[in-house]
């Protein structure tokens, strides 16, 4: 079978979700046997060295990058206005992307086109020109569902109409390109539920994000203890309200009954807002040289998530190094997990604020938990088995 997968992210190295996401899946078809292909833009915002990726993974997914700044202005945003496109899709559509895939589909033949992410569905009427390849669409989330969640917490009166507006668009783009494409590849159960809600002729498979197991050594004892973490890209808007309600509504509160207890903010991009927010009780830490070193410096993992869809790679790697996990349920939306045995689910403050205490207190509990959580990476996350199954969804696809 031969696989092309066109990215809007350069996932080597990987050093995000969407990228660890993306990258996994490459490897494990590579290491299935597939003849990949994979041609991505390169951004401005998460730019990366085409020369300082290893030559093994360049030569395993004949690796291809396109370099464009494809950073929203305002002034791109007010010319959007008078547009009827989404502003969140439209700037993902170049004419030198365009180049190369065509370049790619007059010189290839592929069974397979997958498309990672919506909006890369752009590109799909050049596609179906040049080629009779199947198209998936591998929606790693949601997208207009996201947007929904975070107009629900949009204080400004002018940016909620502006972003309503958008999101509006985006859900016709995102409908639109879930019946164009031959089948659509979920992340989580429950986004393959919505999406079937929305669609339900459609074909659509769940594949989760897999991990390379061999990776991610399991940390018993954290070089820091009393420590709590929150470790993701803090350019992503649910991640940004996540850490705001953590320090509004919890850590305080947390810092009253054990006045020794550290909080960890980290993650690329952090606004500048939290940077001012570091105290003697809140150490931010804006970009971490080494994921594998930060986990087995800090403890208690923190997950607090009130919006977004899909699967949260950043929780499934702390699962993988054996970390006790406190989130809630949106933040475990898509893993298989038994609450209070895998990780613990706290769905207000007054739960997280509970659950951050036991933990620091009670290092049994806390053990019970590390040991479940790579017990359940282990049987559900390993990158060669999930890219297997969705090898097989594939080829009876192609059968069809």
């Not at 969140?88 to 790619?104: G, N, P, Q, T």
Request: charged share 25%; glycine share 4%; hydrophobic share 40%.
């Amino acid at each position: 079978m031969k696989i092309l997968m066109l990215s809007n992210k350069a996932p080597f190295p990987a050093n995000d979700g969407s990228s660890i996401a993306i990258s996994n899946l490459a490897l494990g078809f590579a290491d299935n046997g597939i003849d990949l292909h994979l041609l991505t833009i390169n951004t401005k915002k998460h730019f990366k060295v085409d020369e300082k990726i290893d030559a093994f993974i360049k030569e395993k997914t004949h690796y291809q990058s396109v370099y464009k700044d494809t950073n929203p202005t305002m002034f791109g945003a007010f010319l959007n206005l008078f547009s009827s496109h989404s502003f969140f899709v439209s700037r993902f559509y170049f004419s030198e992307f365009e180049k190369a895939l065509v370049h790619l589909l007059k010189t290839q033949t592929f069974d397979i086109i997958q498309l990672e992410g919506v909006f890369m569905a752009s590109y799909v009427p050049i596609i179906k020109k040049y080629s009779k390849s199947k198209i998936t669409l591998r929606a790693h989330n949601v997208e207009h569902q996201i947007w929904d969640r975070l107009l629900l917490q949009e204080k400004s009166i002018l940016k909620r109409a502006y972003l309503s507006l958008q999101n509006k668009r985006l859900k016709k783009f995102e409908l639109q390109a879930f019946d164009t494409c031959d089948a659509i590849v979920t992340i989580t159960d429950i986004d393959k539920q919505t999406i079937k809600s929305l669609m339900p002729s459609q074909k659509i498979e769940t594949c989760l994000t897999g991990l390379n197991l061999k990776d991610y050594v399991p940390v018993t004892l954290p070089k820091k203890q009393n420590t709590v973490f929150h470790f993701a890209s803090m350019d992503w808007m649910p991640n940004i309200e996540a850490v705001d309600w953590l320090l509004e509504k919890v850590w305080n509160d947390v810092i009253k009954e054990m006045p020794e207890a550290k909080l960890i903010l980290s993650g690329r991009g952090m606004p500048e807002t939290i940077k001012q927010k570091g105290s003697t009780s809140v150490t931010v830490i804006e970009e971490v040289e080494s994921s594998s070193e930060f986990y087995n410096t800090y403890d208690i993992m923190l997950v607090p998530l009130w919006s977004g869809s899909g699967l949260r790679i950043k929780l499934v790697e702390g699962l993988a190094y054996g970390k006790a996990i406190i989130t809630t349920s949106i933040g475990a939306e898509g893993i298989p997990y038994v609450a209070n045995k895998h990780l613990m689910i706290a769905d207000n403050h007054t739960e997280f604020i509970r659950a951050i205490i036991l933990l620091l207190k009670d290092e049994q509990t806390k053990q019970a938990l590390q040991q479940e959580a790579r017990h359940l990476a282990e049987k559900e996350f390993d990158y060669k088995r999930v890219a297997e199954t969705l090898i097989k969804f594939y080829t009876q696809l192609l059968k069809a």
